[in-house]
């Protein structure tokens, strides 16, 4: 059973701060990695997808991926209270797409 | 360029009734997923479409569920009988490309909540 483990949080982070969440996952052969954000009610949105072991950024949001470690993590710097909502890791390889069970982060004003 | 379209959005059923949704997917994408979140969980694979064939159903409880997708475009997901424990959000996506290739990324609509009481 391929898993993919988060922290469920809350993580709560003050505004400006850097939010760190993280993920591992069990499958060694998984080859694509997902970041989504879920607001409360809503449905999943893609924030970032990272392939290759290293750092990928996109504004305010940096992927990094270690898969010798099997780790995935996502950094949002400068955090506002609009990032608050549920972050949910996704892997797969040639398998379907698995989720984490997300962690809920709380940036306070 | 729309998105994924969902029905109903809200449904109430009592325990052993029967519950359908539908599905738009995006135009042009050949995959279609049918996902089932429940309350504090992440979203779990319940069946995928490539076009109009199944590709991936092994975690669809196949005694009470059910789904379609024909002419390779719209899908239903059925429930009978419901139970309890199917309360959940069912969330459709879908994806341009086969899921795991490079580049592919799989949109979700809203989804359907569904409450059995």
């Known amino acids: 059973q391929k898993e993919v483990e988060q922290n469920s949080g809350p993580l709560s982070v003050p505004e400006g701060a850097i939010a760190s969440l993280n993920c591992t996952y069990s499958d060694r052969g998984s080859q694509s990695f997902f970041w989504y954000r879920q607001y409360s009610g809503k449905s999943p949105e893609l924030i970032m997808f990272i392939y290759s072991n290293g750092d990928k950024e996109d504004g305010r949001f940096t992927a990094q991926l270690n898969k010798a470690s099997q780790y995935v993590s996502l950094l949002i710097r400068d955090s506002q209270p609009s990032d608050s909502a549920t972050y949910l890791c996704?892997?797969?390889?040639?398998?379907?797409?698995?989720f984490g069970k997300g962690t809920r982060l709380s940036v306070i004003a | 360029e729309a998105g994924v379209a969902q029905s109903p959005r809200y449904k109430i059923i009592e325990k052993r009734q029967s519950v359908a949704f539908w599905c738009n997917p995006i135009s042009g994408h050949a995959t279609l997923y049918w996902y089932q979140q429940i309350l504090g969980q992440g979203p779990k694979l319940l069946i995928q479409f490539q076009n109009n064939g199944v590709v991936d159903d092994s975690q669809l409880p196949k005694d009470r569920f059910s789904a379609e997708r024909l002419k390779g475009v719209d899908s239903t997901l059925k429930i009978q009988p419901a139970k309890l424990e199917d309360s959940a959000v069912y969330l459709c996506?879908?994806?341009?490309?086969?899921?795991?290739?490079?580049?592919?990324?799989?949109?979700f609509g809203e989804g359907s909540w569904l409450t059995v009481v």
């Open positions: 996506a879908s994806s341009l490309f086969f899921q795991g290739s490079s580049g592919n990324t799989i949109y």
């Open positions: 996704a892997v797969s390889g040639n398998t379907p797409l698995v």
